[in-house]
């Protein structure tokens, strides 16, 4: 058959276009920093043996079975107590990772139409996950200057536009490394609610800082406006794929039942194994430094090259915690137009562009600082360095002799 | 928040009333045949301890990484290598479940009002998969006389609706335990590809089949016009949530970006463990047919008890493989008025009229084999046959002495 009957949906972008930069980027003399992966250093691989085999050993049938929708049912009151403000096991919903906890809200919130409002940039993630309900974004801006998210100005368009959420990630933000200071989070509280625009607060990496914990929650503030969607991804491992939504007891019901309809459950022993895990006496006291520690010095490593190498006019951010930094190239540079004689340099990237609702600043770019070794990043840096050098100089002009 | 957006999905069902249902079937002192869930004793514990305790000493740090969204290519391999027909690796889709593997056909072919044809009746879940979509089912009922599917009702139907689709579970189905003939299978595949209708062949049940395996799948006639669904829930463990899509190369890649948007990939570790049981040598000769003994005894045991103590006119059929069967009762019963009176008695199961897309037939009922001992089965089935008895005494006439 030829011409399958698909979905207007699967018109909307060309499922090849990151695929082809992925397979380019994942050359393997290519340095890296495309990637979004964490460190595998940072996987606490002698707790998850132990865990994989007394779990097998203890209750190996119940690891083996369906498990609740809602999730295995310790490893909700785990995260439940893990959270700064008051929140109810009952509320912990179980996902295949913090993406699935995407696409639920996606399913549960977004008419064909709907909008949506998002940070800018935002998680690629999301807005794949989101535009698959077909929505119309607008996206909520930060002020070049301050580096603040304008909720003036999210408080002026959704009195325009009534859109059914506002997605945020507040804290080391996929893809810019930013985080929202405390009292912004506490403004930002007040308005979503002030406007009854719910809140989908994503902070699938609050537990990679490196020097002092991002402040609270936006969700702290005004708990029953916002949905928080959390990852096991980052602090643990990603390869059992758990996240979750905590969310208010009115919503609950129907996360839960896209839940079902997505895939019954997530993993029984992965959810057993992790909670086994989290709930080993002194485990995270000696792991979260550990993780935190390295990726610091990822980070520092990164921060360091880019100071040595980079031109007077490319500029960029310096992250308190995650795995990412955001960098801009001097005015008339186009990141993904550069992206070809970066990688014949050896070195790959994220475009920022493609972490835009619309409008892009084609001169950002997303580097990964997570899977590179120091001497790769030093390295790395160098080589992107001097491919932004060779596309400032006018291509010089041809004289005749 | 009192009032959350929500989308007009989510107010086509009451996402409470089968959770309630269960509930009220899972109370200890019952004997349920409602469950869904295969039986535990069939679940190789000792291959997946060691499994496990391979992979994480193997590369532990690739078991706990991000997979890629196709899948571990050692698995696809495996399994494009067990069907009955050319696959290539390259065509398999490794989802979280069949039941992923739903929700991603319904997301890449359903628009909001799209018509999709079912079988009538058919697996709940896949009407719960596809509803998030938004479409207009019809259906397609098995001829009462013969049990053959009406493939010619098809031809008149889908030439009138122009379904995007049609779903099927071809082998002991989900919840009547049905199975297509060959021939009749044949001539399906040769239906649909002349109408240009995609056939949704979901064969999760496939392997426990209990004296002679089920003719080959409707997707081998004509591969091009097919995608097949199958499962590793039923003949491993459903704990692993692993199951997989099998497609023709110009759908691949939308499935593959909806797969990418809804969990990034299936549980990297879980993957691994699964791909060496497959392939521990002699493993499968061995465990399977002790699965489908055990599959084969239950069943036989209860439709003994249906001999023994239903009523004449309570009819049902004889399963050749999997975990159901289904019961009719007799004119003027309803399974659903009669479910709080069975649970009173102790027995539970799933009235059939959830499985039906429009115009149930609510003397139906479906019963699981799977997860009760013999004795409960007799017990249970004792039970029902009781209550169905006294539904069909007329209530005694008030006299006057």
Chains 1, 2 share one sequence.
Not at 4 to 19: K, Q
Not at 60 to 75: F, H, K, T
Not at 196 to 213: C, R, S, T
Request: charged share 15%.
């Amino acid at each position: 058959m030829k011409d399958w009957p698909l979905a207007t949906r699967t018109g909307r972008s060309d499922p090849t276009v990151l695929h082809t930069i992925f397979k380019l980027t994942e050359q393997p003399h290519i340095i890296s920093f495309a990637g979004g992966l964490p460190a595998p250093e940072s996987f606490p691989v002698e707790p998850f043996v132990a865990a994989y085999d007394k779990v097998m050993r203890d209750d190996p049938r119940a690891a083996l079975q369906y498990a609740p929708s809602e999730g295995y049912a310790p490893l909700r009151q785990w995260i439940a107590q893990s959270l700064p403000w008051n929140v109810s096991p009952e509320q912990v919903l179980v996902t295949t990772g913090a993406q699935q906890a995407l696409d639920l809200v996606g399913k549960v919130f977004i008419d064909e139409g709907s909008r949506v409002a998002v940070q800018t940039p935002t998680y690629l993630g999301a807005l794949q996950a989101f535009a698959a309900y077909g929505p119309t974004f607008y996206s909520v801006p930060h002020d070049p200057a301050t580096g603040d998210l304008q909720i003036d100005l999210l408080e002026r368009e959704q009195l325009r536009h009534n859109a059914r959420f506002f997605y945020l990630m507040p804290s080391f933000q996929n893809p810019t490394g930013q985080t929202m200071p405390a009292q912004q989070r506490e403004q930002l509280a007040k308005t979503c609610h002030a406007l009854g625009l719910p809140l989908i607060e994503d902070n699938a990496y609050v537990e990679l800082w490196f020097d002092q914990p991002p402040p609270p929650p936006v969700s702290s503030h005004y708990p029953d406006s916002c949905l928080y969607l959390g990852s096991l991804s980052k602090m643990l491992a990603p390869g059992l794929r758990l996240g979750f939504i905590v969310a208010p007891t009115t919503v609950y019901p129907h996360l839960l039942q896209a839940k079902q309809a997505a895939d019954l459950n997530s993993s029984s022993i992965n959810q057993r194994v992790v909670c086994e895990v989290l709930n080993t006496p002194g485990f995270l006291d000696t792991h979260l430094p550990r993780v935190r520690q390295f990726y610091k010095a990822q980070c520092q490593a990164m921060l360091a090259a880019l100071q040595k190498y980079m031109p007077d006019n490319v500029t960029w951010n310096t992250p308190r915690g995650g795995m990412f930094l955001w960098v801009r190239l001097p005015e008339g540079l186009d990141s993904g137009a550069l992206l070809p004689k970066a990688i014949e340099n050896g070195v790959a990237y994220v475009p920022g562009a493609s972490c835009y609702s619309a409008a892009p600043d084609v001169r950002t770019m997303r580097l990964s600082f997570a899977t590179s070794t120091i001497e790769q990043i030093d390295t790395g840096i160098a080589a992107l360095a001097q491919t932004i050098k060779a596309a400032l100089v006018p291509p010089a002009t041809q004289t005749s002799v």
